[in-house]
């Protein structure tokens, strides 16, 4: 909810004439001040029945939406806003940025562009083009465009903040901290900027200063919308430190409906919280984040089940695609899909074989962790939890034995989800060199997606073939990628879907990962696999040392093994 247009609307409605329709519209923007957005909506609609072609009605009606994140409906109302007041740059702002939030960045842009055509000098247009363009993927453009920008014009921390983000985006986080801490020295009370700077900080790896400009963004305060997104950068803080007691308290704000990955449950039971009794109780256990985070943390079933002792019942629902592997591995366990959709406007998760009323209590998965792991001690030391179909691990085998010499090793080195900001978790695949170069070695692709260009860079410029396994849809066949698995003497590669399914079925794995990743919990293992091998940069980025490494230990174990 921005301050300034509700400041700028309050101002043209002081100018206007004390009509009905003005008297309401003063009350509800006080009223979105007070964040009472049902007594604004409320007064929004009172101004439009005294004057339905009142564009700062429409307007204010179009801000309270958001608000409420009720976006389709709050776009409408801009709309009918921009097309009675046509020249108001207010209005085309909140537009263009709800078009933004709503994915529509072409459209924002064409708007945008509208604005700048008569006032180039907005610094708040020039802002949101940038973001519309990054959205494109012209981030080369949108960074020009702000740098031109803030050569002629400085003095503008907003534009900083967000150049800072772009340029973070690109890998150049030393440049990044520059511009976020300028912009913190020019606008202290822009919590944005602090928090930005303390998620910058903790991709470096810095999680202590992390949290003192996490903490100090928090105190400004931010907007009520931001907080849930800085407190869960505070837990990944905390819980690459190894404090797992505040990190998981500060984990839970992922449940927050401001939260931007926030997914609702669409269940009406009470939710279980830590310290309730398990005992005998019928408790649906949801799955949650990404199918990597399904896996990882049903690792925490068997002291579930425990907990619930004989007379109890879990029933746990996962995305479609697990539910073959859960049901063998947790036998005695109701293993039911769960399915994300829209609704009203928002992200919402069902559980279909699950009726109202069908369980006693239910949780997200990740709410068991300050119960059932609360320090990194309760971690179970013992070997896998999943269990791949014996009969589709034999086939493999002689699959492999007939057709690959020996060792076999299974490779992974991206994620599905590469945004910008995600992709420096990740190697570049030339880096992978000297691993493809090990003698003895059979590499067999456990890479799900288009890879095409990586497995042509294999075999033309280090001359290895990856083989890619017969008759398997890795994206797809989660049981076929976990029998795999299972037939290999390795797998190595980064944490995705892939990686978690055989490390959770106890295959041997080593693991790539950024430089203070969260899950290994502050340690120089990694506890959620025990028998999983960590492999992490000292510094940003800085692969060719830890694939180096990765190569020589590969060489040692298995080179001219063949």
Not at 82 to 103: C, K, W
Not at 366 to 384: I, K
Not at 515 to 539: C, H, K, N, S
């Amino acid at each position: 909810m921005s301050e300034t247009a509700l400041g700028e609307t309050a101002r043209r409605i002081a100018d206007a004439n004390r009509t009905a329709a003005a008297s309401a519209l003063a009350l509800a923007i006080e009223a979105l001040r007070r964040r009472d957005l049902e007594e604004a909506t409320t007064l929004c609609l009172q101004a439009l029945g005294a004057d339905e072609q009142s564009g700062e009605a429409w307007h204010v009606l179009a801000i309270a939406q958001e608000a409420r994140k009720d976006f389709a409906t709050a776009l409408s109302c801009y709309e009918a806003a921009f097309t009675l007041l046509p020249d108001n740059p207010t209005v085309v702002l909140n537009l263009s940025r709800l078009a933004l939030t709503m994915g529509l960045s072409e459209v924002a842009e064409k708007l945008i562009r509208v604005l700048l055509a008569s006032d180039p000098g907005s610094a708040e247009g020039i802002n949101n083009l940038a973001i519309a363009l990054n959205a494109q993927g012209r981030a080369d453009e949108a960074i020009h465009l702000l740098r031109t920008f803030l050569e002629r014009q400085p003095g503008h921390p907003n534009l900083l903040n967000t150049l800072g983000s772009l340029v973070a985006d690109t890998g150049d986080l030393e440049i990044a901290n520059l511009l976020f801490g300028e912009a913190v020295r020019m606008a202290p009370g822009m919590a944005s900027a602090a928090y930005n700077l303390g998620d910058n900080l903790l991709v470096m790896g810095q999680a202590a200063e992390a949290i003192v400009r996490i903490n100090a963004a928090l105190d400004i305060p931010p907007p009520p919308e931001d907080q849930p997104a800085m407190v869960f950068a505070r837990a990944i803080a905390r819980l690459s430190m190894g404090d797992l007691s505040e990190g998981w308290k500060d984990y839970e704000a992922r449940n927050d409906p401001n939260w931007p990955g926030f997914i609702r449950n669409l269940r009406t039971e009470d939710v279980w919280r830590p310290g309730m009794s398990l005992t005998g109780r019928r408790l649906l256990v949801v799955g949650e984040q990404g199918l990597g985070d399904e896996v990882m943390f049903a690792g925490l079933l068997p002291d579930l089940i425990e907990r619930l002792g004989p007379g109890g019942e879990l029933i746990l629902a996962v995305e479609p695609r697990l539910v073959g592997l859960m049901a063998r591995s947790f036998r005695g366990v109701r293993i039911e899909p769960h399915r994300v959709g829209e609704a009203g406007g928002h992200r919402v998760r069902i559980v279909p074989g699950v009726p109202e009323g069908g369980c006693d209590l239910w949780t997200p998965i990740a709410s068991l962790l300050p119960e059932l792991r609360p320090t990194v001690r309760s971690f179970d030391a013992g070997g896998g939890y999943l269990t791949p179909d014996p009969e589709r691990v034999s086939h493999w085998r002689q699959v492999l034995q007939e057709t690959t010499p020996g060792p076999r090793v299974g490779l992974l080195w991206k994620s599905a989800v590469l945004a910008a900001g995600r992709k420096r978790a990740f190697s570049p695949f030339d880096a992978w060199a000297p691993v493809l170069r090990t003698p003895g070695v059979t590499f067999i692709n456990l890479q799900y997606g288009d890879c095409e260009a990586e497995l042509t860079m294999a075999r033309e410029r280090y001359g290895v073939e990856i083989l890619h396994p017969p008759g398997i849809d890795l994206m797809q066949d989660l049981e076929g990628v976990t029998a795999l698995s299972g037939a290999l003497d390795l797998v190595i590669g980064f944490s995705n879907t892939s990686f978690n399914l055989a490390a959770a079925a106890g295959a041997p794995a080593w693991l790539i990962a950024a430089r203070g990743a969260w899950t290994a919990l502050g340690t120089d293992g990694y506890p959620w696999y025990p028998q999983v091998r960590l492999y992490q940069p000292t510094a940003f980025a800085d692969w060719a040392p830890v694939l180096g490494r990765v190569a020589a230990d590969l060489a040692r174990e298995f080179g001219g093994a063949g």
